[in-house]
């Protein structure tokens, strides 16, 4: 029997880059599509991974047939993309990527982080401890994690660490033993009919878990509680993260330095203490992985750009997010103006929280609004950048282009920009970094 092999529909996504990795180490041939070069990509191609950026048939690797070439795709793949029609007319197998990864998890003991918030940096925080125990695992982690230069780490068979995904239900193929769930804001109401039917889902995911869930302090479901069972007590500002003590279902304290900034994050961190202590790690190794994390890229990733001028990167693009980073700034950098710079991701996510956007945005300095990332999306009649930034009760305001925030930096001589949302403003932060002092 012919050797399986796999192409990406979007392998430059954080998803797929992961699971490309994974399959290439596996000993398959992988290749795939994605719609631009980036650094993403250009990793894979480092390590062997052919990519395309065009439609042309005639530039696939000679290894990509329908009888062992399985094509990856994401839900964000349409139909009607040419390379997706393509491999459908020529009649190539076409397997969701929630369901590939769902595969390899359940074949080892998962280990899931769910949650509106907070599930990439519990899962990377949980990743570092597990590599500081070294324990055997595999991780396909939404984001860079800066101490390891990426999204994908692999030690050994035994534990999957994923992050299980509520987009159009694909954490509902997951099968975990241990599971934490960060947090239930209502999102992606455009595949939910209702936050009804978003909760609900939840709960069925949390029953699919054999062994332990541990739980955000605001989610009701069944499971060990962050405040109740694990706590944190004494926090105090220390370098650049906190100083605590942390209870890990215990009367006694574990003395911890976390390297996060921003109380979210801390919270994030005894989400993955927690989890970690559950599942078995020895509390030295939790300790020694808390002090020595590295953070992840976009999530409140700070950088002095010039003296006195702090430029701030972040994923933020839900309002309770973008409230985090405030509340986060405002511990660390009380005394200095705060611009944002907010790209809003989706235009269905725009229109469902218009209102809770418009008053979080209105909490800084200098707003700055680009124009609506579509993503998978069609454009919504009158839900536009302009139409958000007429809600922002605020004197200082404009919309404002990619190209026009460099400008905007140099003009500036200090304070504190927060670039925030999910779509390619990324991009532009990646690049101001290389400009920095």
């Not at 990426?150 to 239900?169: C, K, Q, S």
């Not at 985090?324 to 710079?341: F, G």
Request: aromatic share 10%; proline share 4%.
């Amino acid at each position: 029997m012919k050797p399986k092999h796999y192409f990406f529909l979007g392998i430059g996504g954080i998803g797929n880059s992961a699971l490309a990795q994974y399959f290439l180490q596996q000993g398959s041939q992988v290749a795939g599509y994605d719609r631009v070069q980036s650094l993403v990509t250009k990793k894979l191609e480092a390590q062997d991974i052919d990519v395309v950026y065009e439609f042309d048939p005639k530039a696939l690797p000679d290894f990509v047939d329908r009888q062992t070439t399985t094509i990856v795709c994401t839900a964000a793949i349409k139909k009607d993309q040419p390379w997706y029609r393509y491999f459908i007319e020529q009649g190539f197998t076409i397997e969701k990527r929630a369901k590939v990864l769902a595969q390899i998890a359940n074949a080892q003991i998962c280990v899931a982080v769910a949650g509106t918030h907070g599930k990439t940096t519990t899962l990377a925080l949980l990743t570092h401890i597990f590599k500081t125990a070294q324990w055997p695992f595999t991780a396909f982690v939404g984001g860079i994690l800066e101490g390891y230069k990426t999204n994908y780490i692999h030690t050994g068979n035994r534990y999957v660490l994923v992050e299980a995904d509520e987009f159009d239900r694909s954490f509902l193929q997951l099968q975990p033993s241990f599971a934490a769930i960060t947090s239930l804001d209502p999102d992606h109401l455009d595949i939910y009919d209702s936050p009804k039917a978003f909760q609900e889902a939840f709960e069925t995911f949390a029953a699919q878990v054999t062994e332990v869930t541990v739980l955000g302090a605001e989610v009701a479901l069944k499971g060990l509680r962050i405040g109740e069972a694990y706590q944190v007590k004494n926090t105090k500002l220390e370098g650049v993260g906190y100083g605590a003590d942390f209870y890990l279902n215990s009367e006694d304290a574990l003395p911890v330095e976390v390297a996060v900034i921003g109380p979210h994050n801390l919270k994030n961190a005894l989400m993955a203490a927690a989890l970690a202590h559950e599942i078995g790690i020895p509390s030295q190794a939790i300790q020694e992985a808390l002090a020595s994390f590295q953070g992840i890229q976009r999530r409140m990733h700070v950088i002095e750009w010039q003296p006195e001028l702090f430029l701030v990167d972040d994923y933020a693009h839900h309002p309770t997010e973008i409230q985090a980073v405030y509340d986060t700034l405002q511990e660390r950098y009380p005394k200095m103006e705060k611009t944002v710079v907010f790209q809003p991701h989706l235009y269905s996510r725009t229109k469902d929280f218009f209102e809770d956007f418009a008053k979080v945005l209105a909490l800084f300095d200098r707003i700055f609004v680009l124009p609506i990332y579509p993503a998978r999306e069609e454009p919504i009649e009158g839900v536009t950048a302009e139409a958000l930034l007429d809600r922002v009760e605020h004197a200082d305001k404009a919309l404002i282009l990619k190209k026009q925030i460099s400008p905007m930096m140099s003009q500036l001589a200090k304070g504190v920009v927060a670039l925030l949302g999910a779509g390619d403003i990324g991009n532009v932060a990646a690049e101001l970094k290389q400009i920095s002092i």
